[in-house]
């Protein structure tokens, strides 16, 4: 249930707390508003451009060490950007840089839990000193919240924080836990930064780069808490769900940002983008175009307003009456992906006939934050879990491993697939075999240093390399592969974790049918379910998925047909249950069940499939809902 209690309070709006902003002028909060979205109006005052001299300032974290693997991006809210972050020389001493890459607002969280362990709960107010710049070098106005996840129920808390002058940049910022508000230990308790009002955007100076440094958490009496910089960030309770929404599409690496596509529109009006060249070359077969997107009915779709094949609108859906494909829109509904297969549909191969610029549309008011294009890669779920315990680090073309174990090399059989937890100054990772007995070898490098083999699938701090993938390179036999696995980047990097196990592909899923009614929630082992609709019933044909949003202590779901005629039968277990049989794909709070998988238990016949089905884990759980979809294999 937190998870629908953080997006209530995304959606619902934010309550205020205190504010305290030290290290500017005397009038430096003068200009201050308690609404922080309002516009800021940039200092021109000459008294005020001479930048304020570092100061040392005793802090729990200062940055000095390097360490910064207890910040996470934040990536829920519908205006996000991706980011990039990294430990710079910034206003005389180390901090932490936040580089805005797509235009929208950055969030960074900080875990607050693993820095303090049991002190947490001494927290009662939360200084650190926020700093921004542009590649210019303007001074520009900007504001932005801190906000707080507070307490065992994770309830959300906002103060907001600005830098308004030259002279006060960087700018102490304050948060305060009022009554009601602590932290508790143990809770999985963080906090996370916005910079949510950018005047240099607005000016059209570009993004401007935040920089955090001197975070101190103080107790009551005001005095210095001492924080662990060396843990990971650890993910609480709903964090995860909240993250990126990738249900119902597929990964985009190496992407092109469209520069410039930010657009809105009425129901049923159309405003777009011209192409560049650099989208042009993207735009190949296997690729997709990414749009971010708010939308008053959730639908967007494109419009190719010049096509030589004519006006033509693609992943419209049903929505115009046409019956076409519909785009692929996340169950958020903030992100839509349409495919280069889904215009070449409709306008052709030759994406110089597609005409100068491309449009969206929706059937209700709407506006696009962002546009990307780059290639389909798939969304990973790991079922057969082994942890490795691998933390490591190094600078650009550097590399640094860990031993294999036991465990890990009993894992790496065909079908599965390395997942590793990462930063990079370029978002780019990869594996060395470094002692394969074929050689000194890179996996998943892709085309960075010039060779043109595979990539690793890299997305959301998270890559991919695949057990086919090492064995093209190093052979199938795994002892030949040496007794490490190194890791490599073309950019500083660091590695926090790294898991192995089977690799279950989430599907791409469009034409969405709600199952109206589908909440259930049962212990350990134990079933519950919903009676099919008609509608459910008539969706449910081959390439079809059902999607169901779930929570489970163990994060395992799958289904049960307990009124089938093939007999009572688990669909999607795996081998939890012992049987060996196919599993589900669980990925980031969303459990997929192909039609074929169901197919293969109970027969083609979906009349004699029941008249439910019901879901079960090998832990308590809960299902928020259930959709049924088309995957690109039914298209």
């Keep these: 249930m937190k998870t629908k209690k953080f997006l209530a309070c995304l959606l619902a709006g934010t309550m205020a707390l205190s504010l305290v902003a030290c290290g500017g002028d005397a009038d430096t909060d003068a200009n201050a508003t308690t609404d922080s979205s309002a516009p800021v109006a940039e200092s021109t005052t000459p008294e005020s451009t001479t930048p304020a001299a570092p100061t040392v300032v005793e802090a729990s974290i200062d940055f000095e060490d390097g360490n910064m693997g207890f910040v996470a991006p934040f990536m829920v809210p519908a205006d996000a950007a991706e980011v990039e972050m990294s430990i710079v ?15 929208k607002v950055p969030y960074v969280a900080v875990d607050a839990t693993s820095l303090l362990g049991a002190d947490v709960a001494k927290v009662a107010t939360i ?16 504001s932005g919240e801190i906000f707080a996840w507070s307490g065992a129920d994770l309830v959300e808390t906002t103060d907001a924080w600005s830098v308004y002058l030259e002279s006060a940049n960087p700018k102490t910022a304050v948060a305060t836990l009022s009554a009601g508000e602590e932290f508790v230990a143990d809770a999985g308790n963080i906090f996370y930064i916005n910079l949510k ?14 920089y955090i440094d001197n975070i101190r958490f103080l107790d009551a009496s005001g005095n210095l808490l001492t924080a662990d910089s060396s843990v990971a960030f650890v993910a609480p309770d709903g964090f995860e769900n909240t993250g990126k929404d990738l249900s119902n599409l597929c990964a985009v690496t190496g992407a092109v940002n469209w520069e410039g596509f930010a657009v809105t529109g009425g129901a049923w009006s159309q405003n777009g983008v011209a192409f560049t060249e650099e989208v042009l070359a993207a735009l190949v077969p296997g690729s997709v175009i990414e749009i971010e997107y708010t939308s008053t009915t959730g639908n967007i779709w494109a419009v190719m307003n ?3 094949a004519g006006w033509m609108r693609v992943g419209v859906g049903n929505c115009d009456g046409s019956g076409t494909t519909a785009s692929y829109m996340n169950n958020s509904r903030n ?9 070449a549909s409709m306008c052709g191969e030759d994406v110089s006939t597609w005409g100068s610029m491309m449009q969206c549309e929706s059937d209700g008011d709407w506006e696009v934050f962002s546009v990307k294009v780059g290639q389909a890669a798939p969304v990973y779920a790991l079922s057969n879990v082994v942890e490795w315990d691998y933390a490591t680090s190094g600078g650009g073309w550097a590399q640094n491993g860990v031993a294999f174990t ?4 009993a894992a790496l059989v065909p079908g599965s697939v390395i997942e590793i937890t990462y930063s990079s100054d370029t978002g780019n990772l990869w594996a060395v075999m470094n002692e394969s007995a074929a050689g000194w070898m890179r996996v998943g490098v892709g085309n960075i240093d010039g060779s043109g083999s595979s990539a690793a699938v890299c997305y959301d701090g998270k890559c991919y390399i695949t057990f086919e993938q090492i064995a093209e390179k190093c052979g199938e036999d795994v002892s030949t592969w040496g007794s490490m696995m190194q890791c490599e980047s073309d950019g500083n990097w660091e590695v926090y974790g790294v898991r192995v196990g089977t690799a279950n592909e989430m599907k791409m899923v469009n034409n969405v049918v709600n199952w109206e009614g589908y909440t259930a929630s049962a212990g350990g082992w134990a079933q519950a379910g919903v009676a099919f609709t008609d509608e459910v019933l008539a969706a449910l044909v081959p390439g079809s998925v059902i999607n169901i949003a779930y929570t489970s202590d163990t994060g395992n779901m799958w289904i049960v047909m307990n009124e089938s005629a093939a007999g009572w039968m688990r669909v999607g277990v795996g081998n939890v249950d012992g049987s060996g049989s196919s599993s589900s794909a669980c990925n980031n709070g969303i459990c997929q069940v192909t039609y074929e998988q169901i197919v293969e238990k109970c027969g083609e016949d979906v009349s004699t499939w029941g008249s439910m089905m019901q879901c079960e884990s090998d832990g308590n759980w809960e299902v928020f809902s259930v959709t049924v979809g088309q995957s690109p294999v039914a298209e």
Aim: proline share 0%; aromatic share 6%.
């Design 127 to 142: 200084e650190m000193t926020l700093g921004v710049s542009y590649e210019d070098g303007s001074f520009n106005a900007v």
């Design 197 to 210: 009002t950018d005047n240099g955007l607005d000016a059209g100076k570009g993004n401007a780069t935040l």
């Design 89 to 103: 020389d910034f206003n005389g001493s180390k901090a932490l840089q936040v580089k805005n890459l797509t235009g």
């Design 406 to 409: 036991e465990e890990v090399l």
């Design 306 to 308: 010049e096509s030589a």
């Design 335 to 343: 992100i839509a992906q349409i495919t280069y297969e889904q215009i």
